[in-house]
């Protein structure tokens, strides 16, 4: 199973991709040069299924790890749980000679490397995802952050981690939703960078819950080619990796957190950014019908909530932080794997492709 190495100098770190690796963790951990005191961040339910196993595998490699649990779901993702993150770190005598382990989805490791990051000005840290979106996309590449009740995101920093530990096995205790919900950051990877890759989701049977590791390898190197080539999102290369995120973000941050799912939200934002590309970007209606597709094959939503008013999304979404002096720039497609960032787009677009999304 192909691991993926990102290449960012002295940040340089290893994506190992294999079965049963979580069992190995303590040896993976150790030979990526990490030795002071383990600090695993996890959820309560990612902990119920998988917390024991990886405790185990540490003891057995001589580490003497403490677990530090939090309440599951986007809630968690919040400034209250990174204070608190951090006294229950200091309360178990970690100092800046050691790591933080985090064990689970998007939101552990997004806030497990926030306050890795800003731990004693910040301690190393090994992401061990264990959803779909976590695996192929936000183990990788350092962004860690949390939102605000303004927004999704919103405070944060690029942290990278020492290691990401992906273990396809541990994908088997995973709901179905947040199984479906996984393919819309796949997808939206095969959009931006690997139009070929749409063949290969269109083959999967969404009933047989398979992932396979080649495919999960495959998203990790696009998003590491990606990184590797814009670390801060400066140069307008990473900024493709929030394709329809601008509109998803905005309808994830209108409800309250957690009753969307991310890539649920990023559904609804996918199909925006497609009706924007056929507007601005000579994008064809089969290209966009073909992606359409494969978002209704793994049941993601397409039509926006009435109970969600458009203001509402509107308003979320002005806080998107690709604007830039009050420019928007949108990510749009020419064809699939053709993504480019645009400042075609106007606040009436914006309001049309939300208001698209009744239909
Ligand atoms: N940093 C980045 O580059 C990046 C990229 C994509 C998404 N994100 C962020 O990630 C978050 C979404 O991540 P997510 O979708 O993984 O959500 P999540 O972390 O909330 O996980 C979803 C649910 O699945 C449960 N779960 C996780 N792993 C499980 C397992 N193996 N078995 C059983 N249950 C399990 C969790 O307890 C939770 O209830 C959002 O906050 C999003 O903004 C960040
Ligand atoms: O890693 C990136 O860069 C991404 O844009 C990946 C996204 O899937 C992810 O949701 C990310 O957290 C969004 O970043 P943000 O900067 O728009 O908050
Ligand atoms: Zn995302």
Redesign the pocket.
């Known amino acids: 199973m192909p691991s993926v190495y990102v290449d960012l100098g002295e940040r340089s770190y290893e994506v190992r991709v294999e079965n049963g690796l979580l069992a190995r963790a303590g040896d993976a951990i150790r030979s990526a040069g990490l030795a002071g005191k383990a600090a695993i961040i996890t ?4 902990g119920s ?2 917390a024991a196993a990886l405790t185990e595998a540490l003891t057995a490699e001589g580490f003497t790890p403490t677990l530090h649990t939090i309440p ?3 809630a968690s ?1 919040s400034m209250s749980q990174v204070e608190a993150l951090c006294s229950s770190l200091a309360a178990a005598g970690h100092d800046r000679r050691s790591f933080v382990i985090a064990l ?7 806030l497990a ?1 926030f306050v890795a990051a800003v731990f004693y000005r910040g301690i190393p840290f090994v992401q061990i995802p ?2 779909i ?2 695996q192929v ?2 183990s ?2 350092g ?2 952050g949390v ?1 605000l009740p303004e927004g ?2 919103l405070l944060g920093a690029f942290h990278q981690p020492r290691l990401v530990i992906v273990d396809p096995e ?2 088997s ?3 179905g939703r ?1 199984y479906r ?2 393919f819309a ?1 796949v997808i939206k990877h095969a959009a931006i960078r690997d139009g070929a890759m749409l063949a290969e989701i269109a083959a999967l049977d969404p009933a047989t819950r398979d992932v396979p590791a080649a495919l999960i390898s495959r998203n990790i190197a696009i998003k590491a080619r990606i990184v590797e080539a814009d670390e801060h999102e400066t140069k307008g290369l990473r900024a493709l ?1 929030n394709l329809g995120h601008t509109i998803g973000h905005g309808i994830e941050a209108a409800v309250p957190y ?1 009753e969307m ?3 649920e939200a990023i559904s609804l934002g996918l199909r925006a950014a497609l009706y924007l590309s056929e507007k601005h970007a000579g994008l064809s209606p089969e290209a966009s019908q073909e992606i359409i597709a494969l978002l209704e094959k793994f049941q993601l939503p397409l039509v926006l909530d009435p109970a969600i008013s458009d203001a509402r999304v509107l308003e979320k979404l002005s806080r998107d932080k690709k604007f830039e002096a009050g420019q928007i720039r949108f990510v749009l497609l020419r064809s699939p794997g053709d993504a480019y960032v645009s400042d075609q787009v106007t606040p009436e677009d914006l309001a049309e492709a939300v208001a698209y999304l009744r239909r």
């Open positions: 959820d309560e339910t990612v299924f998988h599951a779901g986007e993702k689970g989805g998007g939101v552990v490791g997004d490397g264990t959803t979106v976590a996309d936000s990788v590449g962004k860690t939102n999704k995101n541990v994908l205790t995973l709901p947040e919900e996984g950051e990796l957690g799912l991310h890539g």
